[in-house]
């Protein structure tokens, strides 16, 4: 098993930042590719971004450039930092771990950008 808790939400001003958390505990060895997704009210929960056990990353064309995914292992915690927020990127924020059975999810941490 796997647990992730997030951590880093809250609220702030448009063209804000924001670094996000996500510590793992547990069997954090079968753990390969983690990622961020994001839920708005209303919509699908979609990709913010993916880091493999390698170090390559990913993003939607929606964050490319704001957004910088990252990992320490040594720490067992994954970041997500969020440059020049808009309105449009308040959702929750969740933290995936893809494992080799299962995939794991944290509770999730809200972000809210005014305007």
């Known amino acids: 098993q796997v647990q992730l808790v997030e951590s880093g939400g809250g609220l702030v001003q448009a063209g804000g930042s924001l670094r996000l958390s996500c510590v793992a505990s547990g069997s954090i060895s079968s753990i390969n590719a983690m990622g961020w997704y994001r839920q708005a009210p209303g919509k699908q929960r979609e990709l913010v971004a993916v880091?493999?056990?390698?170090?390559?990353?990913n993003y939607p064309d929606a964050v490319k450039g704001r957004f910088t995914i990252s990992r320490d292992n040594a720490k067992n915690t994954m970041y997500l930092q969020m440059n020049s927020l808009k309105p449009e990127d308040t959702a929750v924020y969740y933290c995936?771990?893809?494992?080799?059975?299962?995939?794991?999810w944290g509770q999730g941490t809200q972000v809210t950008v005014s305007s």
């Open positions: 880091i493999t056990s390698g170090g390559s990353t």
């Open positions: 995936k771990g893809w494992g080799r059975s299962y995939d794991y």
